[in-house]
């Protein structure tokens, strides 16, 4: 039988948003993985937490995204960066959420921690144009 929740949880896409963006310094973190396209997303709010962005799931104007295929291991892989912590979400500085992308479902890791004080993006991309 065929389960949408399920088959949502299983998604391979993880949608990106900060330092392993291409051309950004964790993005050999994505070695493997198939680039499968940009994207914008309004459903994630981007906060500049100085050294890498956290996203919250906040409406707004648009966010840039790379959405790539990876396999379990690279999933892993990017837990492990991303101190998700698989059975307590949101005791890591990081959980994950599936999030809708032109591509389909995507993985999309979300910042949990304390934002008060750090400048909003609302649309665009980080890092921020100059």
């Given at each position: 039988?065929?389960?949408?929740?399920?088959?949502?949880?299983?998604?391979?896409?993880?949608?990106?948003?900060?330092?392993?963006k291409?051309?950004?310094?964790?993005?050999?973190?994505?070695?493997?993985?198939?680039?499968?396209?940009?994207?914008?997303?309004?459903?994630a709010?981007?906060?500049?937490?100085?050294?890498?962005?956290?996203?919250?799931?906040?409406?707004?104007?648009?966010?840039?995204?790379?959405?790539?295929?990876?396999?379990?291991?690279?999933?892993?892989?990017?837990?492990?960066?991303?101190?998700?912590?698989?059975?307590?979400?949101?005791?890591?500085?990081?959980?994950?959420?599936?999030?809708?992308?032109?591509?389909?479902?995507?993985?999309?890791?979300?910042?949990?921690?304390?934002?008060?004080?750090?400048?909003?993006?609302?649309?665009?991309?980080?890092?921020?144009?100059?």
């Amino acid at each position: 039988m065929y389960s949408p929740a399920l088959a949502i949880r299983r998604t391979s896409l993880v949608a990106v948003y900060g330092t392993l963006k291409r051309g950004l310094r964790n993005h050999h973190w994505l070695q493997g993985a198939a680039f499968v396209g940009p994207d914008i997303i309004t459903s994630a709010t981007l906060y500049d937490i100085g050294p890498y962005p956290g996203a919250r799931a906040e409406p707004s104007r648009g966010i840039e995204i790379e959405v790539y295929r990876v396999d379990a291991a690279g999933l892993q892989a990017l837990d492990r960066l991303e101190d998700y912590r698989v059975r307590a979400p949101l005791s890591g500085d990081y959980n994950r959420a599936v999030h809708r992308t032109v591509f389909g479902p995507a993985w999309l890791y979300l910042y949990n921690r304390d934002v008060s004080g750090c400048p909003v993006i609302r649309e665009g991309g980080w890092p921020a144009a100059a």
